[in-house]
């Protein structure tokens, strides 16, 4: 046996429900009214994929008292999905009691049926512009969407429908990058130069792959744009080994994170520079002599090692091409013997030599 309460809940129920019944048969009516303007935001939409957004069915009454507004909403299930149904404020603005139903969502075949919101309140209607119902979805692939307002039903407070004009929406889902190219392939020196040395590769396939980021030794070093396909590393040192290090980076900014290495040795240097020419006394003095040579044109020159009487004295840089001995005693014989190194440190093994005698 029901309670009072019980009672009451369901005497409750039974009139809601009468309500409902009531608007949904009566709806059908058509009163002499100016058109209902319903719509879904702006007519169109662009959205990042993976995003959530909300669309609010819109309705302008247009000067006609309305208390109750149904629709039903159609959308591309492959792009979008629905994910809640609220209720506005066309209703609950005019401080007046509704019931409101977020209708049946069927993200598999993309339609959302059946919302409804009606006014309970005997005799209340609204004349003003508000939100029947906000719709969050979700922005699930790329691609576009159309969303179509279907049997759609706006009534006034004696339950005769009233004309309305719909705007529908499209909805644009559009795909950010965050997917960087692939790696280089075939990374290797095509060359064995004392100088320099020269990577080559094969570009990634993607479409849109920009450039690669060059290292040398760790140091950064320049970006090799699409289609280049190789590096020259040039002033480096004989025999010495060096390590390319690539990333690849594409239209959008995105860098592969995976290093494609490769180290390769300069062709050591085993030949020593020419010898000086030309090596003369520029003086004839009691206690000095000064002696004057031409520089070999070996790039790879450094210096001239000196010697006095077989006695090592110092080194003339590369440009100098002068060494001065002091201190000399008058009418003695001094000869000067030369060596010449590289910036590899090869030393040329055949003395040029000079002798000349200090003034009595």
């Given at each position: ?20 019944a009531i608007f949904l048969i009566l709806s059908a009516g058509i009163g002499a009214a100016s058109p209902v ?212 980076s594409d239209s959008s900014g995105n860098i592969n994170s995976a290093w494609v290495n490769h180290s390769a ?96």
């Open positions: 046996m029901m309670s009072r309460s019980q009672k009451k809940a369901q005497t409750v129920y039974t009139d809601l429900t009468f309500l409902v303007g319903i719509s879904v935001n702006t007519p169109s939409l662009s959205i990042e994929k993976g995003k959530d957004f909300t669309v609010n069915i819109s309705v302008d009454p247009a000067y006609n008292s309305i208390s109750s507004a149904q629709f039903n909403l159609i959308f591309d299930a492959s792009v979008l999905d629905v994910k809640s149904i609220t209720e506005g404020n066309l209703f609950k603005n005019a401080g007046v009691k509704t019931i409101f139903d977020n209708g049946t969502t069927n993200n598999s075949d993309g339609s959302l049926v059946n919302v409804w919101s009606l006014i309970i309140s005997p005799g209340a209607s609204v004349t003003a512009k508000g939100t029947l119902a906000s719709i969050t979805m979700y922005a699930k692939n790329i691609g576009t969407s159309k969303l179509n307002l279907t049997n759609v039903m706006i009534s006034n407070t004696s339950s005769l429908s009233i004309p309305a004009g719909k705007t529908n929406l499209l909805v644009s889902v559009y795909g950010i990058d965050y997917t960087p190219p692939a790696s280089v392939r075939s990374l290797r020196n095509i060359t064995y130069k004392q100088r320099y040395i020269t990577w080559r590769w094969t570009d990634p396939v993607d479409a849109d792959f920009k450039d690669v980021m060059i290292y040398l030794n760790g140091v950064f070093k320049t970006r090799v744009k699409k289609g280049v396909k190789q590096y020259n590393a040039s002033g480096l040192s004989p025999g010495s080994l060096y390590t390319i290090s690539t990333k690849t040795r300069t062709n050591p240097d085993i030949y020593p520079p020419t010898g000086i020419r030309s090596l003369k006394n520029s003086t004839y003095a009691q206690k000095y002599i000064n002696w004057t040579w031409t520089d070999p044109v070996d790039a790879d020159f450094a210096k001239v090692m000196i010697y006095l009487n077989g006695v090592y004295k110092t080194t003339a840089l590369k440009g100098v091409r002068y060494y001065n001995a002091t201190g000399l005693r008058a009418g003695y014989l001094y000869a000067i013997s030369t060596r010449t190194v590289d910036s590899s440190g090869n030393t040329n093994q055949t003395w040029v030599n000079h002798s000349t005698r200090t003034k009595y």
